[in-house]
């Protein structure tokens, strides 16, 4: 039981360091840490260097004391920033300059790619003190990438509430609200008075990030209502909480709801925190902005990614092999469509033979019908990522996509109809490219519509290689009607 003159709380956050800077001043920073590394070199030899390696520039020694108070004054999300922007050798220079206080922190702001690289020159008492800087929600963001004797070694360091937490925030899945939540949280009784709040919250050096309510909760732990700072500060102190406090808050989650379903509430009610109940509708964690965003900015990278048909974040200065292995998949699914429309065209060489104005035109109707295909299939996907597309829509959208494909075809294809007119002399050329261009809009925009909303249907990415796709049709389609139709009409 929990004495009323002791509120229940959750444990103390951890001190964050600095604050966020303009973009300009964050430039700035980088191009002074970037000239600090280019003012001296010292060439380092091939036997001295990591294999993977072969030769390091590094800044001469005078130069590191300088380097190293600029890193000391930054925040850590801005150190990764600078590292993100660093070639590898010298990336791994600054990266030892940091103190290893800090480690933990800068490793969680820095994408998944980087941090891999940053990891693979850490000893593993160097990653165990890292990792143990962290609270259990971010050492759970950290473990998959860490060696699995690195995650014991810290495991068996925590204490049996921070290991539940562990073992908790590690069983949801990657994108519910369990693997985002934070077990950080200040939660008080319902039958205190707001002086004792008052009084209890003083003990604290600060309260966690985003606090801007406290959670009021019965005898077991229960959720029962929320009390705002606002309201804890503007009320006479010798009222009960349960006398200000809002009843059974409207919005709350649990463990196992969608992170994307959570990140839209916060947005549509302009949230800054949230509680997360469990089955029996006691708290245990609570989602704040700052996870909402970062989990909105991943997806929307990993969204930029697929579209662009890449496996994964790539570090821009990765090796040669590893850029490889993440790119090589879709651009052998681009050959082979590369290689369909050629077939496409090599089928119609008569009638390019025949009508060299063919050849000049082809490529026209193909660029709009893949640009067109590409907007579809962007608002599709962004539809479906904000849940307002259900498959019960299908035939609605098919008919406004086409409706949409339709008059383009007739104001773009009638325009691109008089241009080959006039250029050419052939009124039945300009009529086949009018007749081309609507057809291979048409076929755009029902794939721009099918592509996305088929792949989720079977369980897939509807952005994963999106763009590839209708690339690869429409190019193939658009060559196969404009010639089809001009072997038909005009030869």
Request: net charge negative; with cysteine.
């Given at each position: 039981m929990?004495p ?14 600095g604050?966020g800077?303009?973009p300009?001043?964050l430039?700035?920073h980088l ?18 260097a ?21 890193l000391?004054?930054?925040?850590p ?8 922007a ?6 791994r ?13 800068i490793l ?29 929600d971010e050492?759970?963001?950290?473990a ?13 360091s ?14 949801y899945?990657?994108?519910s609200?369990?693997a ?15 002086e004792v ?59 196992d709801?969608d ?6 509430a916060?947005e ?21 902005v700052?996870?909402v965003v ?18 994964e ?12 292995k993440?790119?090589?998949?879709w ?10 429309a ?28 893949g ?8 608002m599709?996907v ?5 849940g307002?597309?259900?498959e ?7 008919k406004?996509e ?13 325009l691109?109809?008089?241009?080959s ?8 050329l ?16 029902c794939?721009?519509?099918l592509i ?19 690339t ?5 389609g658009?060559?196969?009607?404009f ?9």
């Open positions: 929990i009323e003159e002791n509120p229940h709380t959750g444990e103390r956050p951890q001190t964050a360091e604050g800077m303009h300009d001043e430039q700035q191009r002074e840490v970037q000239d600090l590394l280019a003012r001296s070199r010292v060439y380092v030899t091939e036997d001295e990591p294999e993977e390696v072969p030769a390091l520039v590094l800044p001469a020694p005078e130069h590191a004391g300088a380097l190293r108070a600029r000391d004054a930054l925040h999300a801005d150190i990764a920033y600078i590292l993100e660093l070639p590898l050798q010298e990336r220079y600054v990266w030892d300059l940091v103190k290893a206080e800090r480690d933990g922190e969680l702001e820095v994408s998944d790619a980087v941090r891999e690289s940053l990891i693979e020159t850490m000893a593993p008492h160097e990653l165990k003190a890292a990792a143990e800087t962290l609270d259990a050492l759970a963001d950290l998959p990438d860490l060696p699995p004797e690195v995650i014991q070694d810290v495991f068996q925590l204490s049996n509430d921070e290991r539940e937490q562990l073992r908790a925030a590690m069983s899945p990657e994108e609200v369990g985002l939540m934070d077990f950080d949280l200040v939660t008080v009784r319902e039958d205190i008075t707001l709040v008052l009084r209890y919250l003083r003990r604290f050096d600060e309260l966690p990030d985003h606090t801007d309510k406290l959670f009021v909760i019965d005898r077991d732990e229960h959720l029962v209502g929320i009390l705002t700072l606002e309201s804890l500060l503007i009320t006479d102190p010798e009222r009960p909480v349960s006398e200000v406090m809002r009843c059974e808050p409207k919005i709350s989650f649990t463990p709801d992170a994307g379903d959570a990140a839209q916060f549509r009610y302009d949230l800054v925190s949230a509680p997360v109940v469990d089955r029996n509708h006691r708290v245990i964690g609570r989602l704040t700052a996870d970062d989990f909105i900015r991943e997806e929307s990278e990993a969204e930029i990614l697929s579209h662009a048909g890449l496996r974040e790539e570090d821009v200065f990765a090796s040669v092999w590893d850029s490889v993440n790119r090589w998949a651009l052998a699914i681009n050959l082979v469509t590369a290689f369909v050629s077939r496409v065209i090599g089928a119609f060489e008569g009638s390019i033979e025949k009508l060299v104005a063919l050849a000049a035109l082809m490529p026209i109707v193909a660029g709009i019908g640009n067109s295909g590409n907007q579809t299939i962007t599709i962004r539809a479906i990522a904000t307002q597309i259900e019960s829509a299908l035939k609605r959208l098919m406004k086409a409706g949409v494909a339709l008059f383009n075809g007739l104001v773009w294809g009638g691109l109809g008089v241009l007119w006039w250029l050419y002399h052939s009124v039945s300009g009529l086949v490219m009018t007749a081309a261009m609507m057809l291979n809009l048409l076929l755009a925009a794939a721009g519509v996305p909303i088929l792949r989720q249907r079977f369980g897939g990415d509807p952005a994963v290689g999106s763009s590839v796709m209708i690869a049709l429409t190019d193939s658009g060559f196969f009607i010639l089809g139709l001009a072997t038909l009409f005009l030869l």
